[in-house]
C-alpha cells in the first residue's frame, strides 16, 4: 500500500508542479483581447455667400452753401444736415442677399473707415457711418437666406461741383 501511497504522492507533486508552471507562465498572464468599434462624423455646411442687389442711393442733391450731409437709413428714409435735398426719386438703401446654411447665425462687418465717391475733373465726396438692418448679426432663414439692407451718411462739400458721383463698399458676412 505504501507503494501506491508514493505513486499518488507523486502524481499529485508533478500535477501541483505542472499547474504552478502553467499559473506562472506568461501564457498564462496575458489579458483578455477586447475590440470596440467608433463612429466618424462630419457635416458639410453650405458655404455662406453675399451678393448685392441695389446700389445706395442718396438721390438728386443741391450744392450747398457750406458743408452738410445726407444720411439714407436702412430703410431707404433720407434726411439731411441742410435743406439741400432734391425730388426723393431714385432714393434707396443698399440691399444685398445673404445666402448659406439654414438657421445658421452670421455676423455682419461694415466699412469702419470713409469710403471715396469720385465724380467729374477729380471731385470727391466721402461716405461713412454705415448701417445695417440687421445689425451686426443676423440669421438665416428656413431657406438659408436673408436680406441686408444698408444705410449711411454722404459728405456733401459746400459748392460741391455738379456732376455724378461713385464708389464702392464692402460688406462682409460670417458665420458665428
Do not use: C
Request: net charge negative; glycine share 10%; no cysteine.
Amino acid at each position: 500500500m505504501r507503494s501506491n501511497n508514493l505513486i499518488h504522492l507523486r502524481v499529485a507533486a508533478v500535477a501541483g508542479i505542472l499547474a504552478a508552471a502553467l499559473y506562472l507562465s506568461p501564457a498564462s498572464w496575458a489579458a483578455p483581447v477586447a475590440t470596440a468599434t467608433g463612429t466618424a462624423n462630419a457635416t458639410i455646411v453650405t458655404p455662406i455667400s453675399i451678393l448685392a442687389v441695389n446700389t445706395l442711393e442718396f438721390g438728386q442733391i443741391i450744392a450747398p452753401a457750406a458743408n452738410a450731409t445726407v444720411t439714407v437709413s436702412t430703410a431707404g428714409a433720407r434726411s439731411s444736415t441742410d435743406t439741400i435735398l432734391q425730388t426723393e426719386t431714385g432714393v434707396r438703401q443698399a440691399t444685398f442677399t445673404v445666402s448659406g446654411q439654414a438657421a445658421y447665425n452670421f455676423t455682419v462687418t461694415l466699412p469702419s473707415a470713409a469710403v471715396t465717391l469720385n465724380g467729374p475733373s477729380g471731385a470727391t465726396m466721402t461716405v461713412d457711418t454705415f448701417t445695417s438692418d440687421p445689425n451686426g448679426t443676423g440669421t438665416l432663414d428656413g431657406t438659408g437666406n436673408k436680406t441686408l439692407n444698408v444705410g449711411a451718411t454722404l459728405h456733401v462739400g459746400g459748392s460741391q461741383a455738379a456732376g455724378s458721383y461713385t464708389g464702392s463698399f464692402d460688406v462682409t458676412v460670417n458665420y458665428n
